[in-house]
T-cell receptor, first 112, second 114 residues
């Protein structure tokens, strides 16, 4: 089975830095995805981590520690448009199916 | 432009009626998925298909049915057996269904059963 845990909601100020954590317990692990979803819209891909360490893409970075079952998404220089839900999803290795399992998402509110 | 389309954006139905949600993709992807999203919940997998004419149940398949007669189309029928059908439904596709595949999502259909 799989268990994925994220904070339900976070708030931050425009221009600041915020870190959204995701912890997971899975029977098998291939990699971890982060998606962004604005209210009422489709999730869009942000990052995929397979190896331990930090990967940076502009204002967004994602970190993975396989041994600790832990990942975070780091958002720098926050903008109002970053207000969205951030979904963590784990890609498993069970039974030949690689379909990611999603966490409940973290709703980020950015205020002026 | 390649992408995934879902129609309609909003759908209202009376209790006890079956309803079919459309999902079409022109990305030439092999794998397609249906998810349900409820407030405070993550995406929960209903059905998925990795190849034409084949599909598998996800975690919450009861009360739903699908077909995959064409590579580009994966319609979902919400039957009257689904006890709580009001939700936001998302369709997705990925190139092969492999473990590194990024999923591409459609805009979603919000179904309200009255």
């Amino acid at each position: 089975g799989q268990n994925i845990d994220q904070p339900t909601e976070m708030t931050a100020t425009e221009g600041a830095i915020v870190q959204i954590n995701c912890t997971y317990q899975t029977s098998g692990f291939n990699g971890l995805f982060w998606y962004q979803q604005h209210a009422g819209e489709a999730p869009t891909f942000l990052s995929y981590n397979v190896l331990d360490g930090l990967e940076e893409k502009g204002r967004f970075s994602s970190f993975l520690s396989r041994s600790k079952g832990y990942s975070y998404l780091l958002l720098k220089e926050l903008q109002m448009k970053d207000s969205a839900s951030y979904l963590c999803a784990v890609s498993p290795t069970s039974g030949g199916s690689y379909i990611p399992t999603f966490g409940r998402g973290t709703s980020l509110i950015v205020h002026p | 432009d390649g992408g995934i389309t879902q129609s309609p954006k909003y759908l209202f139905r009376k209790e006890g009626q079956n309803v079919t949600l459309s999902c079409e993709q022109n990305l030439n992807h092999d794998a397609m998925y249906w998810y349900r999203q409820d407030p405070g919940q993550g995406l929960r997998l209903i059905y998925y298909s990795q190849i034409v004419n084949d599909f598998q149940k996800g975690d919450i398949a009861e009360g739903y049915s699908v077909s995959r007669e064409k590579k580009e189309s994966f319609p979902l029928t919400v039957t009257s057996a689904q006890k709580n059908p009001t939700a936001f439904y998302l369709c997705a596709s990925s190139p092969e269904g492999g473990y590194t595949d990024t999923q591409y999502f459609g805009p979603g259909t919000r179904l309200t059963v009255l």
